[in-house]
């Protein structure tokens, strides 16, 4: 097995490559509006308890999780894989080593869009219709909406289309986005046919989330201007936080103001030496002229100490020497 070319795809492109960004054709607008078509059918079937809630129901009393047990344990760790917050942070970290390959930022921003789409309408769709779930239905035979429910449509099952398929979404190759929309597709389909395996959605739930998952992915086309300008921005205030650094890099530092010299301080030994006088113009003197010598002075060590002439007591002349006391003379 080559690693060199393992290692070399590894390696980050000198230049951004030119990815072609998926515009609005034809073909995908009609995509849409079928897909939006049948979205609004599921919804006005639930809400006119029709055929749809009764295949909810049947499925429901039908019980899968027990006729086909053997299958709970590897299932209840394959919807993982619609969980939101497991799943984006895995296609996260693959986008974001992309984006840091390709120099761009685009797979990232276009993965939060998508994610920001998602919870913007599945969640008011859910608050809105409030449907309960089957573990807490209430009458047989009813939709249970707009009892507080937070179910329809199925998160878990919205989340997979968009996740996985924001990977086929952003594939640079025709060859890539086919595999990826394989792989995609038969991920979500397998979460959502967990949910309803599990007990946890409806059936009506699992084929809204389907179509909702599948109309944000068919939308993001029209928000590649949005994500493009988004890119540009970016950017630019990564420059101006680059130029700044530059700038503050090349400014010399300040040259710190000179402080004066101090002259010597003359001590006590040097009071009395003489001073000798520069030879200089200033002085008058030409420089080879020799000063005049100046009278040697002694220093105040080599002076002989002054003797007062007297003393600063008075005379006492009248003063008589102290004697010893008399003893008395024992008898």
Do not use: C
């Given at each position: ?88 942070v895995m296609v996260m970290a693959w986008l974001g080593w992309r984006s840091w390959r390709q120099h761009t930022l685009r797979p990232l921003l276009t993965l939060g869009a998508a ?217």
């Amino acid at each position: 097995m080559r690693t060199d070319r393992i290692f070399a795809r590894l390696d980050r492109e000198p230049e951004p490559p030119k990815i072609e960004i998926p515009r609005m054709s034809r073909h995908r607008v009609v995509l849409f509006g079928a897909t939006m078509a049948f979205y609004l059918a599921i919804v006005v079937a639930v809400l006119g308890s029709s055929w749809l809630v009764e295949l909810d129901w049947k499925v429901m009393l039908y019980r899968p999780y027990e006729q086909w047990p053997q299958l709970h344990a590897f299932l209840d760790y394959f919807v993982v894989l619609g969980q939101r917050g497991p799943t984006a942070v895995m296609v996260m970290a693959w986008l974001g080593w992309r984006s840091w390959r390709q120099h761009t930022l685009r797979p990232l921003l276009t993965l939060g869009a998508a994610l920001l789409l998602l919870n913007m309408t599945v969640g008011s769709v859910k608050l809105g219709l409030g449907r309960l779930g089957p573990h807490y239905a209430t009458q047989i035979g009813s939709a249970e909406l707009f009892a507080g429910g937070d179910i329809f449509p199925s998160g878990h099952t919205a989340n997979a289309v968009v996740t996985w398929g924001i990977l086929a979404y952003l594939a640079t190759t025709p060859r890539a986005r086919r595999w990826l929309s394989v792989i995609s597709a038969m991920v979500a389909l397998g979460v959502g046919a967990t949910t309803v395996y599990l007990g946890t959605h409806w059936v009506s739930d699992v084929l809204l989330g389907w179509a909702a998952g599948l109309l944000i992915l068919l939308a993001l086309p029209w928000f590649e201007p949005l994500i493009a300008r988004a890119e540009a921005f970016v950017f630019a205030v990564r420059e101006k936080v680059r130029e700044r650094r530059r700038t503050r890099a090349t400014v010399p530092a300040p040259v710190p103001a000179a402080v004066p010299a101090m002259p010597p301080q003359r001590g006590h030994e040097d009071d009395d030496a003489p001073v000798r006088e520069p030879v200089g113009v200033a002085s008058g003197r030409g420089p080879g002229r020799p000063l005049p010598a100046r009278p040697y002075q002694p220093t105040r060590s080599e002076r002989p100490p002054v003797v007062p002439a007297g003393t600063r007591r008075p005379p006492h002349t009248e003063r008589t020497p102290r004697t010893a006391p008399a003893r008395p003379l024992g008898g």
